[in-house]
T-cell receptor, first 116, second 112 residues
């Protein structure tokens, strides 16, 4: 079974509007962390935001916020006031530190296109 | 700022050639990773290394080998390149094995 599922292969959003990118995860470990990365057309993966499973508050970082719903095992990325420069691939990833020496597991990504 | 560099942004090689992809990080990170990225498949882990001279297979190690002789440098080797190894290759490093990974700019490899 996939550990990280991103169900939206592609999304469109109008400039200045908010958009939510979905991410669901599968783990039985009570301690885990979730990451979001952005990959522009240049190719480099850029770390955006992190949410720990024990964090009391949803993570925020500028225009990025994480809608963390633990019971539903979802960690959706919300981008407010979309800009043309937000057009990119977005990847959700998870770490399970108590599951042995395993690195991050990535989802397959969502391509976001921001329309002027 | 963490900086991860890769030796080439674009590379064109012939089938059967030996190919070296180099990755260097400047943050004294213990862990380094090689991924390949293909449309619709996301990132797939090829190999990772948690210390000098130590390596672990990832999800798709077949056809690849790696070398980590120095902490800051992690090399991916295609012993005999094949057309199905045409892909984007991404290197990353992290302090802890499951901590935030910082990526290089990627190498787009075309094998003809």
């Amino acid at each position: 079974a996939q550990k990280i599922t991103q169900t939206q292969p592609g999304m469109f959003v109008q400039e200045k509007e908010a958009v939510t990118l979905d991410c669901t995860y599968d783990t039985s470990d009570p301690s885990y962390g979730l990451f979001w990365y952005k990959q522009p057309s240049s190719g480099e993966m850029i770390f955006l935001i992190y949410q720990g499973s024990y964090d009391q508050q949803n993570a925020t970082e500028g225009r990025y916020s994480l809608n963390f719903q633990k019971a539903r095992k979802s960690a959706n990325l919300v981008i407010s006031a979309s800009q043309l420069g937000d057009s990119a691939m977005y990847f959700c990833a998870m770490r399970e530190p108590n599951s042995g020496n395993t690195p991050l597991v990535f989802g397959k990504g969502t391509r976001l296109s921001v329309i002027a | 700022d963490v900086k991860v560099t890769q030796s080439s942004r674009y590379l064109v090689k012939r089938t059967g050639e030996k190919v070296f992809l180099e990755c260097v990080q400047d943050m004294d990170h213990e862990n380094m990773f090689w991924y390949r990225q293909d449309p619709g498949l996301g990132l797939r882990l090829i190999y990772f290394s948690y210390d000098v001279k130590m390596k672990e297979k990832g999800d798709i190690p077949e056809g690849y080998s790696v070398s980590r002789e120095k902490k800051e440098r992690f090399s991916l080797i295609l012993e005999s390149a094949s057309t199905n190894q045409t892909s984007m290759y991404l290197c990353a490093s992290s302090r802890g094995l499951a901590e935030t990974q910082y990526f290089g700019p990627g190498t787009r490899l075309l094998v003809l």
